[in-house]
């Protein structure tokens, strides 16, 4: 069964703190992606990256970073934490460059206090 | 950019009620549009998908979706919903690499 895997299911976390959010994948995807999901604002569009090495900005990416050195793996990076980047954070990953059907991870819960 | 709406936030309905879920996108070209869906806990699932060719398109557990383009719609159609389909259902718009969602609609379904 293929997979999308993120590291944590919960994470609390100190205002500042640096941030790493991990997923990876064991499909061969090229395309990977980060979302947050916030009740009444749906998923919304953090990085994304078609390759290795590649990052494209989506609709919110201040206040975060992201890293793929190696295919099956996308990092989130939040450079210094605040309060309004609590959120539940999703990672998805796709086959083709047409974004067809993304595989979704179960998400990671933080809470930055 | 691509996007889409998604008209209701929150649908109750009680069991063997029919279902239609309202999503409108904002682009007049060529589109790709998706739903998914979030059960309580798990991870966000697709339900259908449209690229083209016939406009009904059919997904997983009853689910029906209908692309009218001169409407710039997707609706999601359920003849008769079961108490498992209390979940949060998303619309999709593919605009690029990534998908651009609509804000959800909170599905409650009661006994």
């Known amino acids: 069964d293929v997979k999308v895997t993120q590291s944590s299911r919960y994470l609390v976390k100190r205002t500042g703190e640096k941030v790493f959010l991990e997923c990876v994948q064991d499909?061969?995807?090229?395309?990977m992606f980060w979302y947050r999901q916030d009740p009444g604002l749906g998923l919304r569009l953090i990085y994304f990256s078609y390759d290795v090495k590649m990052k494209e900005k989506g609709d919110i990416p201040e206040g975060y970073s992201v890293s793929r050195e190696k295919k099956e793996r996308f990092s989130l990076i939040l450079e210094s934490a605040s309060t309004n980047q609590t959120s539940m954070y999703l990672c998805a990953s796709s086959l083709s460059r047409e974004g067809r059907g993304y595989t979704f991870g179960s998400g990671t819960r933080l809470t930055v206090v | 950019a691509q996007s889409v709406s998604q008209h209701n936030h929150h649908v109750i309905l009680s069991e063997a009620a029919s279902l239609e879920l309202g999503c409108n996108y904002s682009?007049?070209?060529?589109?790709?549009l998706f739903w998914y869906v979030q059960y309580p806990g798990q991870h966000l699932q697709l339900l259908l998908k449209y690229f083209s060719g016939d406009p009904l398109v059919k997904g997983i557990k009853g689910f029906e979706a209908e692309f009218i383009k001169s409407k710039f719609s997707f609706n999601l159609r359920k003849p008769s919903v079961q108490w498992s389909d209390t979940a949060e259902y998303f619309c999709?718009?593919?605009?690029?690499?990534?998908?651009?969602f609509g804000k959800g609609t909170s599905l409650l379904v009661t006994p």
């Open positions: 999709a718009v593919r605009g690029g690499y990534a998908l651009n």
């Open positions: 499909m061969d995807h090229e395309n």
């Open positions: 682009y007049g070209g060529t589109v790709n």
